[in-house]
């Protein structure tokens, strides 16, 4: 199973869900573009958060400088974003998370988007969380997957619980909650891992 985790923006939660969903099911993890905090990207924050034995850990494709908007990060940097240079990593474990950067939209170079590195074969799940304008993104986002054929796997909520904003989306998009993650103090392995088994069954049933 090939599960792409994506947001319905930036800073929505979708590396503390990655990491859950990899523990959950001792998957391998990639993150193909990542543009800034080489020294902190998220694919050590992961790394940090998970304590199976099984995950393996991909380089990343596009390791941009700059915390800025792909396309913009790889200009600064002298490159171009070309999907094919994206080249899936031969894992050997039957489950592989990947981690998107931004939104659905966010452009990659002057023609293409994230969406545009999302495989047939990836099970989209989407992380929301509420802010005021949130159930427009995230209606924005099922219908930008949507309308490219590509199957929506579910949806995870981060924060506190908003149930008229929950329930409308849920309404109108007919998608099923993987999970929500709570506004913890803190994420460490063991918070990680509590989250994990809680999600297990969901993801297992996807």
Do not use: C
């Not at 990060?73 to 950067?101: C, F, K, Q, R, S």
């Not at 929301?128 to 995230?138: D, E, K």
């Amino acid at each position: 199973m090939k599960l792409f985790i994506t947001g319905i923006g930036t800073d929505v939660g979708k590396t503390i869900a990655a990491a859950i969903i990899t523990q959950a099911l001792e998957a391998d993890y990639w993150k193909p573009i990542q543009a800034g905090d080489l020294d902190n990207s998220d694919t050590r924050k992961v790394q940090r958060y998970v304590n199976n034995a099984r995950t393996v850990f991909y380089p990343n494709s596009y390791a941009l400088n700059t915390p800025a908007s792909p396309h913009h990060a790889a200009a600064l940097d002298g490159v171009t974003i070309m999907p094919g240079n994206i080249v899936e990593p031969e894992t050997t474990n039957e489950h592989l998370v990947i981690e998107g950067a931004g939104g659905i939209y966010v452009p990659i170079n002057d023609t293409q988007t994230i969406a545009d590195i999302i495989q047939p074969d990836y099970k989209v799940i989407i992380v929301s969380r509420h802010y005021l304008g949130s159930i427009n993104h995230t209606l924005l986002t099922v219908e930008a997957i949507k309308s490219r054929g590509l199957t929506i796997a579910g949806i995870i909520f981060n924060g506190d619980e908003n149930k008229a904003t929950e329930e409308i989306i849920l309404k109108m998009t007919g998608l099923s909650v993987i999970g929500r993650i709570e506004d913890e103090p803190y994420f460490d392995a063991n918070v990680i891992a509590e989250y994990a088994e809680e999600f297990r069954d969901k993801l297992f049933q996807i």
